[in-house]
């Protein structure tokens, strides 16, 4: 990691008032929970079909192989712990967190729920397809195979957000605000090429927030400030150390 970067993005820290975190799958990467777009071999989106898996078109075509594939990750986030990265922001209790993660790894690391909006949902519960309003809370080491609503016989499926599903407004409006509100965000482990989620980031940067990036490749959005390069649980410790940030 480059020492004179990570003293300047401590600096900017130093100065902020308010922060928070908007965080992509890299943040989990540690935790050997597989990236989406990483380079590494395991990439999701490098061995499975989006449109098949994640989303409604997918789910409509064959319901139990998306509901087989979900309680496959399921079961590899059961086995999975909270990394470095997760716990240094952890003893941050007043971060806000904008995740695009669908695991609770912030949480378990003791992140306070009410801290944590989960933009794209969250895999450790079930909704029902119809949106009537049934949603339920599973378990990540046996989760249940493909059934129904007991409200409305419409399928369960995984709440979270697929293509071409909307994110839920009441989440979307809690996010706008944080970025309205922060002078600093940090962009951690997000290969910022999703949208609504990266619009945040636009955001925040049009109501003159910093942005410092934890990647371990450059990223492509220009709207940063400064880009930390290396494993997000090598650089947090070091940039977090010694702040007491609130938001
Ligand atoms: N530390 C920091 N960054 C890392 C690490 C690590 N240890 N490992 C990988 N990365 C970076 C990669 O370089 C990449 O830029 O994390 C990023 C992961 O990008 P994606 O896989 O695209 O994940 P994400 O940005 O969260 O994707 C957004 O796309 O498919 C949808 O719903 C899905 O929420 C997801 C959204």
Same mark, same amino acid.
């Given at each position: 990691m480059d020492e004179k970067l990570l003293t300047q993005a401590r600096d900017i820290l130093g100065k902020a008032e308010r922060v928070a975190v908007f965080s992509g799958a890299g943040l989990s990467a540690e935790s050997g929970i597989a990236t989406f777009? #990483?380079?590494?071999?395991? +990439?999701l989106w490098s061995r499975f079909d989006p449109m098949q898996l994640a989303s409604v078109e997918g789910f409509a075509s064959d319901p139990a192989t998306v509901i087989d594939w979900y309680n496959w990750r399921r079961g590899k986030l059961a086995q999975a712990q909270p990394n470095a990265a997760h716990r240094a922001m952890a003893g941050h209790p007043g971060l806000m967190h904008l995740t695009q993660? /669908?695991?609770d790894l912030l949480e378990r690391a #003791? /992140?306070?729920?009410?801290? /944590?909006?989960?933009l794209h949902g969250s895999i450790g519960k079930d909704r029902c397809h119809a949106a009537c309003g049934i949603e339920e809370d599973i378990s990540l080491e046996k989760p249940e195979p493909l059934r129904q609503c007991k409200g409305c016989g419409a399928y369960m499926r995984p709440a979270v957000v697929w293509f071409g599903e909307t994110l839920p407004q009441y989440i979307w409006g809690q996010t706008q605000a944080v970025c309205i509100g922060v002078d600093c965000l940090l962009l951690v482990g =997000?290969? +910022?090429? /999703?949208?609504p989620a990266i619009t945040l980031v636009d955001l925040a940067r049009s109501q003159g927030c910093r942005v410092i990036v934890v990647n371990i490749e450059a990223s !492509? =959005? !220009?709207? =940063?400030?400064i880009e930390l390069i290396g494993p997000a649980g090598e650089i947090l410790p070091r940039l977090l150390e010694g702040f007491s940030l609130k938001t």
């Amino acid at each position: 990691m480059d020492e004179k970067l990570l003293t300047q993005a401590r600096d900017i820290l130093g100065k902020a008032e308010r922060v928070a975190v908007f965080s992509g799958a890299g943040l989990s990467a540690e935790s050997g929970i597989a990236t989406f777009r #990483g380079q590494e071999p395991d +990439a999701l989106w490098s061995r499975f079909d989006p449109m098949q898996l994640a989303s409604v078109e997918g789910f409509a075509s064959d319901p139990a192989t998306v509901i087989d594939w979900y309680n496959w990750r399921r079961g590899k986030l059961a086995q999975a712990q909270p990394n470095a990265a997760h716990r240094a922001m952890a003893g941050h209790p007043g971060l806000m967190h904008l995740t695009q993660n /669908v695991d609770d790894l912030l949480e378990r690391a #003791g /992140v306070p729920e009410s801290n /944590v909006l989960h933009l794209h949902g969250s895999i450790g519960k079930d909704r029902c397809h119809a949106a009537c309003g049934i949603e339920e809370d599973i378990s990540l080491e046996k989760p249940e195979p493909l059934r129904q609503c007991k409200g409305c016989g419409a399928y369960m499926r995984p709440a979270v957000v697929w293509f071409g599903e909307t994110l839920p407004q009441y989440i979307w409006g809690q996010t706008q605000a944080v970025c309205i509100g922060v002078d600093c965000l940090l962009l951690v482990g =997000t290969s +910022a090429s /999703v949208y609504p989620a990266i619009t945040l980031v636009d955001l925040a940067r049009s109501q003159g927030c910093r942005v410092i990036v934890v990647n371990i490749e450059a990223s !492509k =959005t !220009k709207q =940063t400030d400064i880009e930390l390069i290396g494993p997000a649980g090598e650089i947090l410790p070091r940039l977090l150390e010694g702040f007491s940030l609130k938001t």
